[in-house]
Antibody, heavy 117, light 110 residues
Framework: QVTLKESGRALVKPTETLTLTCTFS??????????VSWIRQPPGKALEWLAR???????YYSTSLKTRLTISKDTSKDQVFLTMTNMDPVDTATYYC?????????WGQGTLVTVSS | QSALTQPRSVSGSPGQSVTISCTGT?????????VSWYQQHPGKTPKLMIY???RRPSGVPDRFSGSKSVNTASLTISGLQAEDEGDYYC??????????FGGGTKLTVL
């Protein structure tokens, strides 16, 4: 059974750095072909793909956000991390981690991050 | 990359068919057969309904089908049911290892 769960601070101040953790089970990121992505959704708005990390530790980022994002993993703990710098109120959103690359077959429940002073 | 274009809303009566379009460009939808569709009920996590343009994951009813023509992908739901009401998002590979989502379509079952 595949599960993913996001965790991290729910409230961050403008200019701060956000760090999110995705803890998953039911698959291993050391398995060939496995990938985990981060996707966000501002309240009432559309989904936006942010970043992806592969089993070989290759990393890919949204063109518009790549200067602010860092994705990493701890394979031994079945965790993927996302760091986003210089947070702004427009970054207020539910942040999801999901398994996959060209499509996402399993999603976490999402974690709402609010950016406010 | 710009978001894919979807109608803001569509509606249909139970038993009818509805089609949701997803228009991109020759750099995304038109150049790759990697379009996926997600259903999202209010307050819930997105659910994969279609991948690789027209493939259905196990457990998704065959009332859901996908297709693509040039730069526009489509999701068709036949035999509409009340439980199909919700938001639908398309997603396409956009080259350079990136993906782009559509703006979302709200489906109302009348």
């Amino acid at each position: 059974q595949v599960t993913l769960k996001e965790s991290g601070r729910a409230l961050v101040k403008p200019t701060e750095t956000l760090t999110l953790t995705c803890t998953f089970s039911g698959f291993s990121l050391s398995t060939s072909g496995m990938r985990v992505s981060w996707i966000r959704q501002p309240p009432g708005k559309a989904l936006e793909w942010l970043a992806r990390i592969d089993w070989e530790d290759d990393k890919y980022y949204s063109t518009s956000l790549k200067t602010r994002l860092t994705i990493s993993k701890d394979t031994s703990k079945d965790q993927v991390f996302l760091t986003m710098t210089n947070m702004d109120p427009v970054d207020t959103a539910t942040y999801y981690c999901a398994r996959g690359y060209l499509y996402f077959d399993y999603w976490g429940q999402g974690t709402l991050v609010t950016v406010s002073s | 990359q710009s978001a894919l274009t979807q109608p803001r809303s569509v509606s249909g009566s139970p038993g009818q068919s509805v089609t949701i379009s997803c228009t991109g460009t020759s750099s995304d939808v038109g150049n790759y057969n990697y379009v996926s569709w997600y259903q999202q009920h209010p307050g819930k996590t997105p659910k994969l309904m279609i991948y690789d343009v027209s493939r259905r994951p196990s457990g998704v009813p065959d009332r859901f089908s996908g297709s693509k023509s040039v730069n526009t992908a489509s999701l068709t739901i036949s035999g509409l049911q009340a439980e199909d009401e919700g938001d639908y998002y398309c997603c396409s590979y956009a080259g350079s290892y990136t993906l782009v989502f559509g703006g979302g379509t709200k489906l109302t079952v009348l």
